[in-house]
């Protein structure tokens, strides 16, 4: 892929196909990592790759109707996160 060093050419990387593979990627590994659980039994954790109006970006979730009450008590997601060597911080 050739791409111009300006703000177009950058983005255009940013938001391509390649782009969005690695984050498709990213984010089965992370999703690996995560197993929640609700009365003993387990959760199923999706995972998603979308375009920002910048970047491509993956997504991971606990697919719970009580899935972020989950992740608050349990931090499911962020230890996972920590596990793999993310940065994880708290959102305002």
């Known amino acids: 892929m050739k791409i111009k ?3 177009a050419g950058l983005v255009a990387a940013l938001r ?3 782009a969005q593979a690695a984050m498709g990627e990213a984010a089965a ?3 690996s990592r995560v197993h929640p659980t ?9 995972t998603a790759t979308h375009l920002t109006p910048v970047t491509a970006a ?6 719970h109707p009580g899935g972020m009450a989950m ?10 996160a920590r596990s793999a060597g993310m940065k994880v ?4």
């Open 16 to 18: 391509s196909t390649e």
């Open 5 to 7: 060093l300006d703000r």
């Open 58 to 63: 993956g997504s991971v979730t606990i697919a």
């Open 71 to 80: 992740e608050a008590k349990h931090g499911y997601l962020a230890g996972a």
């Open 29 to 31: 590994a992370l999703a």
């Open 38 to 46: 609700s009365h003993g039994q387990p959760v199923k954790v999706t």
């Open 89 to 92: 911080t708290q959102r305002a």
